[in-house]
C-alpha cells in the first residue's frame, strides 16, 4: 500500500517533527563513542547506496536526482542548520509554497525523523569497524519489516512529489527568486534544500524509470537482509531504468 500523509494541520506536523528529529540529533552528539558509531553507520549506508545504484549513477539524466537522494535526504552532513531553519520558518513555507510544495516537505522531515529512529537503534548494536555480517544483524533486530517497508515508500513518495512538482507552471523561478532573500534572512540552507530536489528532478523529467529500480532495489535488500541473507549487500542484481 503507497504510503498516505497524515492529514492533520500541516505547520504542527512539520514544527513536531522537526523538534524530535533536532532533538534526537542533540542527544546522539552528548555521547563521544556513540556519536562515532552514529556517523560511521551513515557513511557506510551512503557508501553502501552508491554501490547499489551505479548503472543509474552513471546516466546524467538520472545523477543529480541520485545526489538529491544521496546527500539532501540521506547524506553523513550535519542537518541541524537546515532543520533549525525549517523550524523558524513553518509557518511562512505552509503559507507561501504550494500544497504540493509543502505536502513534499512534510514528508522530507518525517522521514528523516523515522530514519535518524531506525539509524540510532542500528547503530547501538554495532561495534566498529563496521561489516557487512554485523549490519545484517543489527537491521534485523533494530527496526521491523513494517518500519522498513515505510521507510521505502517515504522515499518514494517523496520522488513522486517532486516529480509532480516540477510540473507546477511558475515555481521554478519563484523559487530562484527567492533564493537571495532567504539566504539573507537566515533560510539558505532550508531553500538549498528546496531548490536543489525540484531542479533534480525538474532536469530528470519523467522518475517513473528511477523511482521504480530505487523501490525494487531496496525491497529486494529489505527482504533478504531479514532472511537473514548479508550477502544482498554485496550482490544486488542491476536493474535497468
Known amino acids: 500500500m503507497p504510503f498516505t500523509p497524515q492529514a492533520d494541520n500541516p505547520k504542527d506536523r512539520l514544527t513536531a517533527h522537526l523538534q524530535r528529529v533536532i532533538e534526537l540529533r542533540r542527544s546522539l552528539r552528548t555521547d563521544t563513542a556513540r556519536a562515532r558509531t552514529w556517523l560511521a553507520l551513515k557513511r557506510w549506508q551512503s557508501d553502501r547506496l552508491r554501490r547499489s545504484y551505479p548503472d ?3 546516466q546524467p539524466r538520472y545523477a543529480a ?6 546527500t539532501e535526504l540521506y547524506g553523513v552532513r550535519d542537518f541541524e542548520q537546515r532543520d533549525s531553519e525549517a523550524l523558524r520558518a513553518a509557518g511562512k513555507f505552509v503559507r507561501m509554497l504550494p500544497e504540493r510544495g509543502v505536502q ?16 540510532e537503534r542500528v547503530a547501538a548494536r554495532l561495534a566498529l569497524p563496521i ?4 549490519y ?12 522498513r ?7 518514494d513518495a517523496i520522488g513522486r512529489s517532486l516529480e509532480r512538482l516540477a510540473r507546477v507552471p511558475l515555481l521554478a523561478g519563484m523559487l530562484h527568486m527567492m533564493r537571495i532573500p ?9 531553500h538549498h534544500f528546496l531548490q536543489s530536489g525540484f531542479d533534480a528532478f525538474k532536469a530528470m523529467g519523467s522518475a517513473g524509470a528511477f523511482l521504480d529500480a530505487v523501490r525494487a532495489r531496496e525491497t529486494r535488500l529489505m527482504q533478504r537482509l531479514f532472511a537473514g541473507d548479508a550477502s544482498a549487500l554485496t550482490e544486488l542484481p542491476p536493474t535497468r531504468a
Open 131 to 134: 561489516d557487512d555480517a554485523a
Open 149 to 155: 517497508t515505510q521507510q521505502i515508500e517515504m522515499v
Open 56 to 58: 543509474l549513477f552513471a
Open 182 to 190: 532567504a539566504e539573507a534572512t537566515g533560510y539558505g540552507h532550508l
Open 136 to 147: 545484517a544483524r543489527a537491521y534485523r533486530e533494530a527496526g521491523t519489516l513494517d518500519e
Open 104 to 119: 513534499t516537505l512534510l514528508l522530507a522531515v518525517e522521514l528523516d525523523e523515522l530514519t535518524e529512529r531506525l539509524d
Open 65 to 70: 536526482a541520485g545526489e538529491f537522494f544521496l
